[in-house]
T-cell receptor, first 116, second 112 residues
C-alpha cells in the first residue's frame, strides 16, 4: 500500500489567497483526520471523519477553515482567506477499525504551508 | 475531557545511558499508542498497547501500559544517536469515537 498521500507537499501563498490541501487515505480505512502542527501549539486535531461523515470539527480554528470528504478515497482542507498565522504543517491521517477496537492512525507526509 | 501529559518534554542524554519517558492520562482508557517523529518528517507508529500490563519491545525501546495507574512508559536502553527524535504518546478516547488525544511530545537528543 502507498500509505496516506498528501498534496501538495509544500505550499507558499500570499495572505488572502485560497489554499486547498488534499489527502488520499489508505484504502479500506474508515477514519480520516486532519491535524495541524506548529512549534508553538504542537499537534492539534482540526477535524475528523468516519465513513466520509464529519464527526468532530471543534478543532477547526475559525470559519476560514473548511473540510470535505466527498468519497472514501479523497478529502480536502480549504483555507479561505489564508493568513500568516495559518503557516504550519498540516497532516492527514487515516485509521482502520481493528478487532478489539484499535484505532491506530497512519500519518501522511504532511503539507508545509507558508502564508506570507 | 481527556488530558495526556508527557514528561519530560525535553531530554538530553548521552549515548549508552538508560532513561524513561512517562505518559500520564486523566480518564480511563485501555488503548495507548506511541509515535516517533524525526525533524521535518511525519509521525511513525512505534507501539500499540491494547490492554493493562501490555509490554512491547523493539530494539532499544520498550513500552508498557498500566491502565489502573493511567500511565505508560517508554524505556530507552543504551541510547544511540539514531534514537534522537520527538516521541508522542496518544490515548484512545474510547467508545466508538475513533480519535486519539496526543501528548505534547518528548524531544529526545542523544549525544555522543
Amino acid at each position: 500500500d502507498a500509505g496516506v498521500i498528501q498534496s501538495p507537499r509544500h505550499e507558499v501563498t500570499e495572505m488572502g489567497q485560497e489554499v486547498t490541501l488534499r489527502c488520499k487515505p489508505i484504502s479500506g480505512h474508515d477514519y480520516l483526520f486532519w491535524y495541524r502542527q506548529t512549534m508553538m501549539r504542537g499537534l492539534e486535531l482540526l477535524i475528523y471523519f468516519n465513513n466520509n461523515v464529519p464527526i468532530d470539527d471543534s478543532g477547526m480554528p475559525e470559519d476560514r477553515f473548511s473540510a470535505k470528504m466527498p468519497n472514501a478515497s479523497f478529502s480536502t482542507l480549504k483555507i479561505q482567506p489564508s493568513e500568516p498565522r495559518d503557516s504550519a504543517v498540516y497532516f492527514c491521517a487515516s485509521s482502520p477499525i481493528l478487532d478489539g477496537g484499535s484505532y491506530e492512525q497512519y500519518f501522511g507526509p504532511g503539507t508545509r504551508l507558508t502564508v506570507t | 475531557e481527556l488530558k495526556v501529559e508527557q514528561n519530560p518534554l525535553f531530554l538530553s542524554m548521552q549515548e549508552g545511558k538508560n532513561y524513561t519517558i512517562y505518559c500520564n492520562y486523566s480518564t480511563t482508557s485501555d488503548r495507548l499508542y506511541w509515535y516517533r517523529q524525526d525533524p521535518g518528517k511525519s509521525l511513525e507508529s512505534l507501539f500499540v498497547l491494547l490492554s493493562n500490563g501490555a509490554v512491547k519491545q523493539e530494539g532499544r525501546l520498550m513500552a508498557s501500559l498500566d491502565t489502573k495507574a493511567r500511565l505508560s512508559t517508554l524505556h530507552i536502553t543504551a541510547a544511540v544517536h539514531d534514537l534522537s527524535a520527538t516521541y508522542f504518546c496518544a490515548v484512545d478516547v474510547g467508545g466508538s469515537q475513533g480519535n486519539l488525544i496526543f501528548g505534547k511530545g518528548t524531544k529526545l537528543s542523544v549525544k555522543p
